[in-house]
């Protein structure tokens, strides 16, 4: 009997003059540790926009909105992290590796959603026919960086390449019905580009 | 039961005020002695097996990991033993030792929260004050290692996400040390305590047939003599390569079951320290890349730090499980109720309930409505009741 009390007394004891567990949190900024999963945030330089994060994410916390209204066409990916897991497979998943990454931040909650969520815009690249997105300016630029001289075998990498080059071409021009075989060097989505070619061997015919 | 005019209903819940989750309990009471004690779930059906067939194998290791926020490791485990049965691989021997790390820091973490839950509901907040003061640095290795206190994110199909690097290991053995200390404190402060032996002694016990009715598991069943365990029965990860013992106890008490879970917190604190010596030093794979999973079924297990938790998965090579099904332990645990409360006083119940450590949200796979006007959750005697109505109108009509 007399041994247990001993050694809880020295407990309570130690208890006593300890100072209290918690910390003083607001008042003294808090570091969590280098490993530490927090808010994902976007990196403007490192995106392209390709829309991985999009796919891969579990929680359905990323949204992404192509607007492709005459003019100025815009792809959007909002990170909201009210929804986010913190499962850091956004950043594992990202092809550049810079686009997306988790940060320490851990004081996400808001009065205004504005203040917390993150976001990045893009150029888009669409069909100059249907309108279809074909991807983001930055996201075909990127690929046809990796894949070097294999990019003049797709006419919209090489109409990028043209544009990067600055060399004026008339394939900005804007396409008008009926598609014809010369269109198919245009920035066109595949679908427009088989009837551009069926289209035409028809004529020929 | 309800015909006789003695018995008074005590209703516990839908709300518990004391296991913060939702489910309700009938105790049909003859004066203080509890007769009968009926139980309906149901309230906390979020349809994580249809959730599942939505997701890709990948993203569902994330899903499984909210079923339960205390063994929130457990579902990956078994989910991902389930589909590395299923593709029929083994996983590199570094994240084995890695992912036997984390279950057992989380074996640790869970059975502090439930001696401390167990002094609150008993009334002897000193023990709740101190487990949970002792669990906070089980938290914070966690939170060096994978980056969260909880919901881990470490178990992937064939590996680990995250590696323990080698620099983090003295730290850790630093911190467990600790811990280790600490937990030798608590549990002779708690097994030596007299009133907690007084409180706890012969309240709710089952026997080893009542265990083998009920099909119980975990340390619910290790308390009451049956020498189950699914690391040492069905090896996985690093259980077969490193020394360990499974701990068993003879009365099935609820005294028992303290001790199971407070040694088996040792017995964890052993095999990571052998999984450390195991990994330290040495380079190596943790993971390997899963392209497709196959056609065909699987099934996986895991010793939970409630007991044995089991997952099968049908896949026809889609990207999405077509069948996922999971029965946590608290499933078989749970109905022991209806062995250990009767012929227990009402203030007894409180810890006999408490002390096969149920986890609600775990369980909840199904949930029945009415689909009339009438919305109420149906149980095993409605469903009779209904059935009887059935053909009583029948034969009326005939």
Known sequence: MKKPKIRELKEAVKGIFSRPYTTKFPYQPHTPPPRYRGKPEYYEE????????????????????????????????????????????????????????????????????????????????????CGTVIGTEKHLRWVLKRIGNLGFAQPVLLSQLMEELQVKTEYEEKGVPPIQRTDMLKVVCPKCRRIAFISDEKKEK | MKNNKKTVIVPIGPYHPLLEEPEFFALYCDGEKIVDVEWQAGYNHRGIEKLSESKHWDQVTFLVERICGICSTSHPFAYC???????????????????????????????????????HFLGYNTVFMWAWKYREPVLDLFEIISGNRNHYAMFKIGGVRRNIENEDIPKIRKMLAEIKGQLEMLIGAVLDDPVLTARLKNVGVLT????????????????????????????????????????????????????????????????????????????GEIGEEVRRVPEGEGIGRHEAPRGECFHYIRSDGANSPVRHKIRAPSYTNVPTFKASCIGQT?????????????????????????????????????????????????????
């Open chain 2, 346 to 398: 009402i203030s007894d119940v409180a810890i006999i309930l408490a002390g096969v450590d149920p986890c609600y949200c775990c369980t909840e796979r199904v949930a029945v409505y009415d689909a009339g006007k009438k919305k109420k959750l149906y149980d095993f005697q409605h469903l009779v009741e209904l059935s009887k109505q059935k053909t009583e109108r029948i034969r009326k009509e005939i």
């Open chain 2, 81 to 119: 033993n389930t589909i590395e049965n299923l593709i029929g691989m083994t996983i590199p021997e570094r994240a084995k030792y890695i992912r036997s790390i984390i279950g057992e820091l989380e074996r640790i973490h869970s059975h502090l929260l439930w001696m401390g839950l167990a002094g």
């Open chain 1, 46 to 129: 490192g995106c392209v926009g390709c829309g991985a994060c999009f796919q891969v994410c579990s929680a359905n916390a990323i949204d992404m909105i192509d607007n492709t209204e005459k003019g100025n066409p815009i792809r959007t990916l909002i990170q909201h992290p009210s929804k986010c897991i913190f499962c850091r497979e956004c950043e594992r998943n990202c092809i550049t590796g810079e686009g997306i990454k988790l940060t320490q931040r851990f004081d996400i909650a808001y009065v205004d959603e504005e203040d917390v969520l993150s976001s990045v815009k893009h150029k888009l690249i669409t069909c100059l026919y």
């Open chain 2, 208 to 283: 080893k047939q009542d265990i083998k009715n009920f099909g119980s598991v975990g340390p619910v069943a290790r308390a009451s003599g049956v020498d189950v365990d699914v690391r040492r029965d069905e090896p996985y990860a690093a259980y077969p390569l490193v020394e360990w013992s499974v701990i068993t106890a003879k009365n099935g008490d609820v005294l028992d079951k303290a001790v199971v879970r407070l040694s088996e917190c040792l017995e964890a604190v052993k095999i990571i320290t052998q999984c450390l010596d195991a990994i330290e030093g040495k380079a």
